[in-house]
């Protein structure tokens, strides 16, 4: 799996828009992009993924440039309750061992009022 | 309710004493996992199965061993539990839909004294 790096943590007010980044400088062409959180004492939840292009669901959205080497998921009205570690991982869905995933330290997100 | 269940929630031992973690998901998914999070390491993947009696060791597996009879339950069992043991342990299985998302449980918190 590609090594993601994220930001150790950052702040957003609530109302605003929450832009969460990741760097994947060595995707591969089949590795997907994840992103998951994980509210406090609470088990991660999955957010969204994508390949190569702009994903939209009803949490979030993810943008990811062409080149794949990075990708930003964007929470468009941060509440408090988005109050969370955010992961950000990449890999090949449902081929052998890659079937593993593995998490990094995520960047926590405080949004205040 | 359909989902993916732990159990105990919470659980205290002494050192040398065997512990097991139950898992339990009522989606029929193939892959399920276990991750331990501690902190500062994020979660690590302890071990997977990619089917009942298909089982392998993910990153730090040592001091650890688990079983698949049935797709549904997925048990986690510390033969000889040790202080380093202690620690969030998350279940989690993966969806059947070809597209790699992770549904985790509510997690297990075990203190080994």
């Known amino acids: 799996d590609a090594k993601t790096t994220q930001p150790t943590s950052m702040d957003c007010a609530e109302g605003r828009a929450a832009n969460l980044p990741c760097n994947h400088s060595?995707?591969?062409?089949?590795?997907?992009v994840y992103w998951y959180r994980q509210i406090h004492s609470q088990g991660p939840q999955y957010i969204i993924h994508g390949l190569k292009n702009n994903e939209t669901n009803e949490m979030a959205s993810l943008i990811i440039t062409e080149d794949r080497k990075s990708s930003t998921l964007i929470l468009p009205h941060a509440t408090l309750r988005d109050t969370a570690v955010y992961y950000c991982?990449?890999?090949?869905?449902?081929?052998?061992?890659?079937?593993?995933?593995?998490f990094g330290t995520g960047t926590r997100l405080q949004v205040t009022l | 309710d359909a989902g993916i269940t732990q159990s105990p929630r919470y659980k205290i031992t002494e050192t040398g004493r065997q512990v097991t973690l139950m898992c339990h998901q009522t989606?029929?998914?193939?892959?399920m996992f276990w991750y331990r999070q501690d902190l500062g390491h994020g979660l690590r993947l302890i071990y997977y199965?990619?089917?009942?009696?298909?089982?392998d060791k993910g990153e730090v597996p040592d001091g650890y061993v688990v079983s698949r009879s049935k797709t549904e339950n997925f048990p986690l069992t510390l033969e000889s539990a040790t202080r380093s043991q202690t620690s969030v342990y998350f279940c989690?299985?993966?969806?059947?839909?070809?597209?790699?998302?992770?549904?985790f449980g509510e997690g297990s918190r075990l203190t080994v004294l």
């Open positions: 991982i990449v890999r090949v869905p449902n081929t052998g061992t890659a079937s593993k995933l593995t």
């Open positions: 199965s990619a089917a009942a009696d298909i089982t």
């Open positions: 989690a299985s993966r969806g059947n839909r070809g597209t790699g998302e992770l549904f």
């Open positions: 060595t995707i591969s062409g089949n590795e997907y």
């Open positions: 989606w029929s998914h193939s892959y």
